[in-house]
T-cell receptor, first 113, second 111 residues
Framework: GAVVSQHPSWVICKSGTSVKIECRSLDFQATTMFWYRQFPKQSLMLMATSNEGSKATYEQGVEKDKFLINHASLTLSTLTVTSAHPEDSSFYIC?????????FGPGTRLTVL | AQRVTQPEKLLSVFKGAPVELKCNYSYSGSPELFWYVQYSRQRLQLLLRHISRESIKGFTADLNKGETSFHLKKPFAQEEDSAMYYCALSGDGGSNYKLTFGKGTLLTVNP
């Protein structure tokens, strides 16, 4: 099956710094990837749809300037959490579409001190 | 707005017993429904989707448009079925691929 990786698997940063999370499709090309956020013991909430070569589409309530998404190639999408604060601490999960099924990455645990 | 409701946070059954995980949805158009499973320390993976009408690992789910439900069933639960199960919905017949997830049900199958 299709494999999606995320890097890093966990990151701790200081408040006010920016953090970049990578999502890669390892054995297929993905023009569309998705970014989710999962709070403890809660469901996954879609943050944005990442389309290769074009701007990401953000869900209502998600700050575009805070969560920067770049999908510069068919195998890589990045999520940058800018000026991170403790309330941004969460589990971030990406998925990639191949061709009509989403394959999920293992997730990235972000802790902002 | 689309919404997925899984009324049970926790479900515990004994091995060999039937299991049913409930899922109800709210969507005005034509939805596509999915069940995803997450085993301990593993990533989320697709279990089944209603359009394929398959039985995966003994699980089945039937879309009931009248009751707006997509319950997941298995006649004889196994210990390896213990996992977190998420029901999800994609609008526009699944053509936009965006998923709305329920809050999940943690299934524990006891020996």
């Amino acid at each position: 099956g299709a494999v999606v990786s995320q890097h890093p698997s966990w990151v701790i940063c200081k408040s006010g710094t920016s953090v970049k999370i990578e999502c890669r499709s390892l054995d297929f090309q993905a023009t569309t990837m998705f970014w989710y956020r999962q709070f403890p013991k809660q469901s996954l909430m879609l943050m944005a749809t990442s389309n290769e070569g074009s701007k990401a589409t953000y869900e209502q309530g998600v700050e575009k300037d805070k969560f920067l998404i770049n999908h510069a190639s068919l195998t890589l999408s990045t999520l940058t959490v800018t000026s991170a604060h403790p309330e941004d601490s969460s589990f971030y999960i990406c998925s990639a579409l191949d061709p009509n099924e989403q394959f999920f990455g293992p997730g990235t645990r972000l802790t902002v001190l | 707005a689309q919404r997925v409701t899984q009324p049970e946070k926790l479900l515990s059954v004994f091995k060999g017993a039937p299991v049913e995980l409930k899922c109800n949805y709210s969507y005005s158009g034509s939805p596509e429904l999915f069940w995803y499973v997450q085993y301990s320390r593993q990533r989320l993976q697709l279990l089944l989707r209603h359009i394929s009408r398959e039985s995966i690992k003994g699980f089945t789910a039937d879309l009931n448009k009248g009751e707006t439900s997509f319950h997941l069933k298995k006649p004889f639960a196994q210990e390896e079925d213990s996992a977190m199960y998420y029901c999800a919905l994609s609008g526009d017949g699944g053509s936009n691929y965006k998923l709305t997830f329920g809050k999940g049900t943690l299934l524990t199958v006891n020996p």
